[in-house]
C-alpha cells in the first residue's frame, strides 16, 4: 500500500503562484509514475502533470507553459510548481501514484484562486 500525503493549497490572487507537495510513503524511486490530478466542481478529473520513473513527463494541455512537476527522490516527494494562476485552476488538486498492483490517491489538496 502506497500512503499520499499532499499539502501546500491555499488561496492565491489570479497571477499568482503556488507549490504543492506529495510526499509518498514508498520509495518514489520504486514508483512508476506519479502525477497531479486536479478536478474542479462539476467537472471530471483531469490530468495535470505526471513523471515518471525515467523522469520524462506529460502536462495536460491547460497547464502547458505554466506547470512544473518535478521530485526530490530523497525526500519521496513529488513537487507540482504552478505560475500564471487563473480562476479556471481552482480546483481540489490530487496527488497519483501508479505501482504494479494498482494506483492510489492522495486525500486532495484544495486551490482557490481569487481576488
Known amino acids: 500500500q502506497v500512503q499520499l500525503v499532499e499539502s501546500g493549497g491555499n488561496l492565491v490572487q489570479p497571477g499568482g503562484s503556488l507549490k504543492l507537495s506529495c510526499t509518498s510513503s514508498?520509495?518514489?524511486?520504486?514508483?512508476?509514475?506519479m502525477a497531479w490530478y486536479r478536478q474542479a466542481p462539476g467537472n471530471e478529473r483531469e490530468l495535470v502533470a505526471r513523471i515518471r520513473a525515467s523522469g520524462s513527463t506529460d502536462y495536460g494541455d491547460s497547464v502547458k507553459g505554466r506547470v512544473t512537476i518535478f521530485r526530490d527522490n530523497a525526500k519521496n516527494t513529488v513537487y507540482l510548481r504552478m505560475n500564471n494562476l487563473n480562476t479556471e485552476d481552482t480546483a481540489v488538486y490530487y496527488c497519483?501514484?501508479?505501482?504494479?498492483?494498482?494506483?492510489?490517491w492522495g486525500q486532495g489538496t484544495q486551490v482557490i484562486v481569487s481576488l
Open positions: 514508498r520509495s518514489i524511486v520504486s514508483i512508476y509514475a
Open positions: 497519483n501514484a501508479e505501482v504494479p498492483e494498482g494506483q492510489y
